[in-house]
């Protein structure tokens, strides 16, 4: 079975520019969940999502933005990008939407490295 | 608040050896645990998860965890390290959100031959 899948693998952009990220989650799977990892730290987490609803959000400016299509693939929006945007922008899914006590694992992708110049 | 520390930034090992890679963390309730690892230009592979009672988790290539309460530790280790374990480990706690979890800032291990 395919694993979590995101595109495009590799991204340049511009200060300023818009930026559309896509991943699409391991078939059966219903939630996903989107992570900035920036060089040499973790990942955080920016966006959950699940029944196209937004679940969860993290610490993110709102030119952050994101959605879930009906067949549970998602899309992380990124307006006016700035300098400090350029990271390694993760996805990951899960079968269903996770509680606060679940030990419910999630499943990564490989991400799409956006740069900006 | 919830937090995670992850105190060792790299870890070197010959091969063969035993490896431990420490992670503390912080949190009000119950933890919820996990292990992930990370190679080159890939993203996050889930390794293990802490389960709740079991002091030792065992998890995928050989990778165990051991969970100590009363430390607030929850400690990746491996009998014989392989040069093919070379990695960024990270270690993750569930957040205050359901689909949230929290990120150590990641151990680099390089296991020499």
């Known amino acids: 079975d395919a694993g979590v899948t995101q595109s495009p693998t590799h991204l340049i952009k511009t200060r300023g520019q818009q930026v559309t990220l896509r991943c699409s989650p391991i078939?059966?799977?219903?939630?996903v969940s989107w992570y900035q990892q920036v060089l040499g730290q973790g990942p955080q987490f920016i966006f959950q999502?699940?029944?196209?609803?937004?679940?969860g959000r993290g610490n993110f400016p709102d030119r952050f933005s994101a959605r879930q299509f009906p067949n549970y693939s998602s899309e992380l929006n990124v307006n006016a990008l700035l300098l400090g945007d350029s990271a390694l922008y993760l996805c990951?899914?899960?079968?269903?939407?996770?509680?606060?006590?679940?030990?419910?694992?999630?499943?990564f992708g490989d991400g799409t490295r956006l740069s900006i110049l | 608040a919830q937090s995670v520390a992850q105190p060792e930034d790299q870890v070197n090992v010959a091969e063969g050896n035993p490896l431990t890679v420490k992670c503390t963390y912080s949190?009000?309730?119950?933890?919820?645990l996990f292990w992930y690892v990370q190679y080159p230009n890939r993203g996050l592979q889930f390794l293990l998860k802490y389960i709740t009672g079991d002091n030792l988790v065992k998890g995928s290539y050989g990778f165990e965890a051991e969970f100590n309460k009363s430390q607030t530790s929850f400690h990746l280790k491996k009998p014989s390290a392989l040069v093919s374990d070379s990695a960024l480990y990270f270690c993750?706690?569930?957040?205050?959100?359901?689909?949230?979890?929290?990120f150590g800032q990641g151990t680099e291990l390089s296991v020499k031959p």
């Open positions: 990951a899914s899960s079968l269903e939407v996770e509680s606060v006590t679940s030990n419910q694992p999630q499943h």
């Open positions: 949190v009000s309730g119950n933890p919820y």
């Open positions: 999502y699940y029944e196209k609803e937004e679940r």
């Open positions: 993750a706690l569930r957040g205050n959100q359901g689909g949230k979890l929290i």
């Open positions: 078939s059966g799977h219903k939630s």
